[in-house]
């Protein structure tokens, strides 16, 4: 249970780095790429404050494990990442249809809708 904790914890740190290096260089390119940025940054936002949450919980209870007795609740420390994980995974749905109505037209964001 350690070792997955662990792994699920830097999984997570390596998402969030590459998330935030996607940002910051599709602001810095093509007028385009900044209008797609601005339009997904608050979905960015709420994906990165649950990545964090997610890898403070896994190293804490990773790091605090054997002092907390975590083995005898193993099942319960389980069942709150797996929470995590799913609500992470379900924040996608929202950024990807605001990703949609972007490229379908619905939503400029800095622009008039013709």
Known sequence: MRGWLLSVSLIFVVGTVAQFLTFTQARNLVEENRDVARALA???????????????????????????????????????????????VGSSVPYWNQLLAYARGEQRVGRQRN
């Open 42 to 88: 608050p979905y960015g936002r709420v994906r990165a404050v649950l990545s964090v949450v997610i890898i403070v919980f896994c190293l804490c209870a990773w790091a605090f494990y054997n002092p907390l007795h975590l083995a005898q609740v193993q099942i319960f420390v389980a069942l709150l990442a797996l929470v995590g994980i799913i609500v992470f």
